[in-house]
């Protein structure tokens, strides 16, 4: 069993959780571990986007990242024949 420690959270936090817990019939736990993974998820799919940006505002850089894709595409027909 994982380890368990004590968080403070303010009231209303504390019964939203409670209220989502009644409602889906899970712990308050599990309704908090799930929402940190929801929360992680949005964070690299930002993170993510961002970095897409970045690399897409650089034009040499996009230049050799579609040069690569390309490079790629063709391995890829090589394995369908």
């Known amino acids: 069993m994982n ?3 004590t ?4 009231k209303s936090t ?4 409670k209220k989502l817990s009644l409602e ?3 712990s308050m736990q599990s309704i908090i571990e799930k929402a940190i993974k929801e929360y992680n998820k949005k964070i690299l799919l930002e993170n ?6 970045n690399l ?3 034009k ?8 690569e894709r390309n490079l790629w595409d ?6 369908e024949e």
């Open 60 to 67: 040499e850089l996009w230049k050799e990242e579609l040069e």
């Open 3 to 5: 380890k368990t420690t």
């Open 14 to 17: 504390y019964e939203v959780i």
């Open 56 to 58: 897409k505002s650089n």
């Open 74 to 79: 063709n391995t890829l027909e090589d394995l």
């Open 48 to 53: 993510t986007a961002k970095a897409f940006a």
């Open 24 to 26: 889906l019939k899970e």
């Open 7 to 10: 968080v403070r959270i303010d």
